[in-house]
């Protein structure tokens, strides 16, 4: 089933590769509903879909998802913490949950809405995360510590 998703991923700028993964999108173009194993990875995403956006804490625990037809989903995954130091919030409330980003940052839910639906670049998102992260105090160390090379 997996072969039937239409998914790509885009980089983040050289400023923000400390922070953010990926900008990712998966589109079902079917008519059928798909399930997808989705997997721990120690990040949270930002996800756009089909105009909802919510925040997806650390998985605890592998999740299938049934993605329906003509579902369409834009993401950003940060990596370890940076999510947490960008938002000041403890991400560890959040694992195994996916909660309406606007409960958190109504400007970062209406920023991100504004991106996708007006077919912003990525480089509008890489200019906004990079001024959001821009004056927050980061522990690079931390950050380092759980950023490790994986196979």
Request: proline fraction near 5%.
């Amino acid at each position: 089933m997996l072969q039937k998703i239409i998914a790509s991923h885009t980089l983040p700028s050289d400023a923000l590769k400390n922070y953010i993964n990926k900008y990712w999108v998966s589109y079902n173009p079917t008519d059928e509903y798909l399930d997808v194993p989705i997997v721990p990875d120690g990040c949270s995403d930002i996800i756009w879909k089909n105009g909802d956006v919510f925040l997806s804490g650390l998985m605890e625990s592998t999740h299938v998802i049934s993605i329906a037809p003509k579902d369409r989903y834009f993401g950003i995954q940060f990596k370890p913490f940076a999510l947490a130091m960008l938002l000041d919030v403890n991400m560890s409330h959040n694992n195994d949950k996916s909660i309406p980003l606007v409960e958190i940052s109504r400007e970062l839910e209406q920023t991100i809405i504004k991106c996708i639906e007006n077919d912003a670049s990525h480089e509008k998102l890489n200019d906004y995360f990079e001024f959001l992260y821009k004056d927050k105090k980061v522990d690079m160390s931390l950050l380092h510590a759980v950023n490790v090379k994986r196979l």
